[in-house]
């Protein structure tokens, strides 16, 4: 268990509003990722954080934004949220210093509809 | 396009019966490799990863994988299913220095008593 807990777990919200999740790591892991997951697609990478205040795009960033000001919390925002981001959203860290070396162990997740 | 490719959406087997799934990926770069499995309800978590050397890997539960380089593909292979196999099998690919995990779209598993 890599001590990572997600907030909220479930959240149904409208068209327009803005959310935001929550991951939080208890072990000071550098290396934090958001995945959503939608069926036929797998897992797709919004964003990912390599340090405090450092973070990068992945392959679905588009309506996501995300902070990172204390080691322990990475945060997942959709300023404005849309039908199409009703998904399932994993949180990930990396233990052995980076995607490239290691595995991923995953949160719990946070199922997201948008209505 | 760089992409991870699973060939089977939903497979379906009885107990006691053997298990390929295929992964192909397209980087052209060195690479890492993983299968990560998802059972009903819970989070991924790693069967078994390829980093370098033999390219037939050992995972958990009787899983294994082999990397095939000029292929570009990383097949799971089990030798006799069970039913709490029973899931969602990912296959993903890293490349080497680079912090981007790309998955594949995922094969469901169901195996009957």
């Known amino acids: 268990d890599a001590g990572i807990t997600q907030s909220p777990r479930h959240k149904v919200t409208e068209t327009g509003t803005p959310v935001t999740l929550r991951c939080h790591q208890t072990?000071?892991?550098?290396?934090m990722y958001w995945y959503r997951q939608d069926p036929g697609h797998g897992l797709r990478l919004i964003h990912y954080?390599?340090?405090?205040?450092?973070?990068d795009k992945g392959e679905v960033s588009d309506g996501y934004s995300v902070s990172r000001s204390k080691t322990e919390d990475f945060l997942l925002t959709l300023e404005s949220a849309t039908s199409s981001q009703t998904s399932v959203y994993f949180c990930a860290i990396s233990i052995a210093g980076g995607v490239r070396t290691g595995e991923l162990f995953f949160g719990e997740g946070s199922r997201l509809t948008v209505l | 396009a760089q992409s991870v490719s699973q060939h089977n959406h939903h497979v379906i087997l009885s107990e006691a019966a053997s298990l390929e799934l295929g992964c192909n990926y397209s980087?052209?770069?060195?690479?890492?490799l993983f299968w990560y499995v998802q059972y009903p309800g819970q989070h991924l978590q790693l069967l078994l990863k390829y980093f370098s050397g033999d390219p037939l890997v050992k995972g958990i539960k009787g899983f294994e994988a082999e990397f095939i380089k000029s292929k570009f593909s990383f097949n799971l292979r089990k030798p006799s299913v069970q039913w709490s196999d029973t899931a969602e099998y990912f296959c993903?690919?890293?490349?080497?220095?680079?912090?981007?995990?790309?998955f594949g779209a995922g094969t469901r598993l169901t195996v009957k008593p």
């Open positions: 980087y052209g770069g060195t690479v890492n």
């Open positions: 993903a690919v890293n490349l080497f220095n680079n912090n981007d995990m790309r």
């Open positions: 954080s390599y340090g405090v205040k450092d973070t």
């Open positions: 072990e000071n892991h550098r290396y």
